[in-house]
């Protein structure tokens, strides 16, 4: 079964709020067997935003992805479609690249391209996937990253309004990588809505413009990259000279000297005070660095603070 191809999904016409909402997922629950796999999950997604569903192994990435492309059934809430012209164009990729055997790359192309009413062209698609020289090869002997890049092109064939994606870049080297970032940022200059998980945290400052952060199956953030980025900055300097009784002022007001860095560090939301005390007390410093909080920073202060909860609970 061809899983890249784009799909029509029908349009629920109750419950429709925002003029700008494309899909709406209201308290959705899902389990299998005894495992609860997500729980009240509840969040708008808005036509042309480009949306990161972030969380470690098992948090539900899959299982959402797959409720809303309606492989799987919620066990309770619902997944809503908003459309005033009752349907949507979907491009689908998968985890794992599933494509059919047996065909060359140009057979697969047109193939899909006959399942469309208005496809991109033969050669607008084989030039995306990057396979010119490949394209009398069958799938099967393509590589993993080519298949990735293969299948990635062929869910835009049909041009979908809104792009699914599931750890799109597993498999794909740095050049690769290169490439689909630069589509992406291509596809969101054209208003595509995009909604992806993935595992490489600086993808979501490179690619999202909102980030959904799951953990053991419920949605403990929804967050704008920007508000991330800007919340909290590390501040970083090395002394002139290096001495105890300046190290003793550095910690009182929160620095840490870093072996790392080689610096004294603190991460904090009011930085311009920081670097203004460091001048008003007359501390000798040099190199000073300012940088914005990353995703990974954001993650592991996620996960940490999830740990300090279950171990508060035991």
Not at 21 to 49: A, C, P, S, W, Y
Not at 81 to 109: A, C, F, H
Request: aromatic content about 8%; hydrophobic content about 35%; charged content about 25%.
């Amino acid at each position: 079964m061809l899983l890249t191809i784009s799909l029509i999904f029908g349009y629920d016409e109750g419950n429709t709020k925002r003029g700008d909402g494309m899909l709406e997922i209201n308290k959705v629950n899902k389990r299998f067997g005894e495992e609860t796999v997500l729980q009240d999950v509840d969040f708008l997604l808005q036509k042309g935003e480009s949306v990161l569903l972030l969380g470690p192994n098992g948090a539900g990435k899959t299982t959402l992805i797959r409720i809303i492309m309606d492989f799987y059934r919620p066990d309770t809430g619902s997944v809503v479609w908003q459309s005033g012209k009752g349907n949507y164009k979907v491009g689908v990729v998968l985890q794992d690249p599933s494509i059919i055997d047996r065909l060359t790359v140009k057979e697969m192309i047109h193939y899909t391209r006959s399942l469309h009413k208005n496809p991109l062209s033969y050669e607008e698609v084989l030039q995306s996937c990057g396979l010119e020289s490949q394209e009398k090869v069958r799938t099967e002997n393509l590589s993993i990253g080519q298949k990735r890049r293969l299948t990635f092109s062929l869910a835009l064939v049909g041009q979908p309004e809104l792009l699914l994606m599931d750890e799109p870049t597993a498999g794909m080297d740095l050049s690769a990588r290169k490439a689909f970032y630069q589509k992406i940022e291509s596809l969101k200059q054209q208003g595509i809505t995009i909604l992806m998980t993935t595992h490489l945290l600086h993808e979501a400052s490179m690619l999202g413009d909102r980030v959904l952060m799951l953990e053991k199956g419920m949605l403990k953030q929804d967050r704008e990259i920007e508000s991330i980025t800007e919340e909290s900055k590390w501040v970083r300097f090395s002394l002139k000279e290096e001495s105890p009784l300046v190290s003793k002022r550095l910690e009182k007001i929160g620095f840490q000297y870093s072996t790392m860095q080689g610096k004294w560090e603190v991460n904090t939301s009011d930085a311009d005070s920081l670097v203004r005390w460091l001048v008003t007390e007359q501390i000798q410093f040099e190199k000073l660095e300012i940088e914005k909080q990353t995703m990974d920073h954001f993650f592991e202060e996620m996960l940490d603070q999830e740990g300090d909860q279950n171990a508060n609970s035991v």
